[in-house]
């Protein structure tokens, strides 16, 4: 089957990919307007960073395509197993499509916010050293807190968290050892929009939660997989 191939590496690669982005990001001190704010938003790591996070956001939905492919093969295996434990398995693969649903949606709003940090904050950064008017920063804070752009974002993480608790769900439901495999990424994805108002530590840490989340699952989808 083709999605036991791909379906575990996708995970590791988005968990590696949301570790990165807080690792790569500079993070310089934004309470005040000076040249090494602009020149951490105008730099290539600033750029590298964010495209890490987008990476981690578009990977979710098809490492959980393969997922739900997995569990549904495991759905309908001949291994003796009761019709409980077969009705469980199916409740999961639903659980799972509402999740890559979920996702889909969410890491899609998400990313438009993500582009706005990448090439909206280091154009303004650029013209400000150009420039050599560190005021042009003022619009930074302009161009996060645009109301429409808020709000999508918003929405963007909170349907990733409904997505994580939808995939500890499936995996619960689907039976397998472990059968809490989903809930360390299932909190990782509910905190990813409260972590955003933390310092650099918190940020890695919740970083390092989802990478290890998305190993986890990784684990769980290849042994489910062994199995079907």
């Known amino acids: 089957m083709t999605a036991v191939r791909w379906t575990p590496a996708a995970f590791v690669a988005a968990g590696l990919a949301f570790l990165l982005f807080p690792l790569l990001r500079p993070w ?11 020149g951490a938003f105008a730099s290539d790591r600033w750029v590298l960073a964010h495209l890490c996070g987008i990476l981690g956001l578009a990977l979710l939905a098809p490492a959980l395509l393969g997922l739900r492919a997995i569990l549904a093969q495991a759905g309908t295996a001949g291994d003796g197993a009761s019709a ?8 999961g693969v639903g659980a799972t499509t509402w999740a890559l649903i979920t996702a889909w949606v969410g890491a899609g709003c998400a ?12 154009t303004i950064a650029e013209a400000a050293l150009r420039e050599d008017d560190l005021g042009l920063l003022a619009d930074v804070e302009v161009l996060r807190m645009q109301p429409g752009a808020v709000a999508l974002f ?13 995939v500890a769900v499936a995996l619960w439901r689907a039976g397998g050892r472990p059968r ?12 990813l929009l409260p972590q955003f108002f933390g310092g650099p530590g918190l940020r890695i840490t919740h970083g390092l939660l989802v990478a290890a989340g998305c190993l986890l699952v990784a684990a769980a989808a290849r042994a489910r997989a062994g199995r079907a």
């Open 180 to 191: 809490w495999a989903g809930v360390p990424l299932a909190v990782g994805l509910v905190l």
């Open 84 to 91: 409980g434990a077969v009705a469980g398995r199916r409740a």
């Open 111 to 122: 990313a438009l916010y993500f582009g706005a940090e990448i090439f909206g904050l280091r």
């Open 154 to 166: 918003g929405v963007g993480l909170l349907l990733l968290a409904v997505s994580g608790v939808l």
């Open 28 to 38: 310089p001190d934004e309470s005040v307007a000076t040249a090494g704010l602009a």
